[in-house]
T-cell receptor, first 113, second 110 residues
Framework: KAGVTQTPRYLIKTRGQQVTLSCSPI?????VSWYQQTPGQGLQFLFE???????NKGNFPGRFSGRQFSNSRSEMNVSTLELGDSALYLC????????????FGPGTRLLVL | LAKTTQPISMDSYEGQEVNITCSHN???????ITWYQQFPSQGPRFIIQ???TKVTNEVASLFIPADRKSSTLSLPRVSLSDTAVYYC???????????FGAGTRLTVKP
């Protein structure tokens, strides 16, 4: 099976812009979670989607949002970008049907100038 | 979600066995213990998962005592390529709200 894929792999934006990141889960996986990783804060949970519904949410401002499509692919959007949003954004998928192991994608490196 | 405590860093030499211990005193009945490995600029990679006693796979072993308040990841005969950050996670694996700790930075020296 192909692994979790994320696009784009690298992105440069300026403050105030918005950005959309995409994640394709492993085939058959229905749960997609998003994480932000920075040197200062480490890996932080953003939110999880299951069957097109947000099931869990971390402590991030409303500028961070996401959605999931019927084919389980997910997108994450960040509006009004701030310098502190520069990070590695990771997506993880799991079956969503019980005891879960999450499998991570390679991440999208976002740089906000 | 149980809070986890791991050493910040560890050093080892090629060929040695490395044991990384994670403390999770308030682990709940439904919680599983999972370990991930992460290389720079890559996503975490699943290593092993367990609930109690001992679990072994082709890359590692996980030892969990009866009280489940700690767990130990054992990496046999490490190589330079095992240099990475290792994360211990404890949580209800039916709930994908995973909280990573700071992780343990393992450096394997020649």
């Amino acid at each position: 099976k192909a692994g979790v894929t994320q696009t784009p792999r690298y992105l440069i934006k300026t403050r105030g812009q918005q950005v959309t990141l995409s994640c394709s889960p492993i085939s058959g996986h229905r749960s997609v979670s998003w994480y932000q990783q920075t040197p200062g804060q480490g890996l932080q949970f953003l939110f999880e989607y299951f069957s097109e519904t947000q099931r869990n949410k971390g402590n991030f401002p409303g500028r961070f949002s996401g959605r999931q499509f019927s084919n389980s692919r997910s997108e994450m959007n960040v509006s009004t970008l701030e310098l502190g949003d520069s990070a590695l954004y990771l997506c993880a998928s799991s079956p969503g049907s019980g005891i879960e192991t999450q499998y991570f994608g390679p991440g999208t490196r976002l740089l906000v100038l | 979600l149980a809070k986890t405590t791991q050493p910040i860093s560890m050093d080892s030499y090629e060929g040695q066995e490395v044991n990384i211990t994670c403390s999770h005193n308030n682990i709940a009945t439904n919680d599983y213990i999972t370990w991930y490995q992460q290389f720079p600029s890559q996503g975490p990679r699943f290593i092993i998962q367990g609930y109690k006693t001992k679990v072994t796979n082709e890359v590692a072993s996980l030892f969990i005592p009866a009280d489940r308040k700690s767990s130990t990841l054992s990496l046999p005969r490490v190589s330079l390529s095992d240099t990475a950050v290792y994360y211990c996670l404890v949580g209800d694996m039916g709930n994908n709200d995973m909280r990573f700790g700071a992780g343990t930075r393992l450096t394997v020296k020649p």
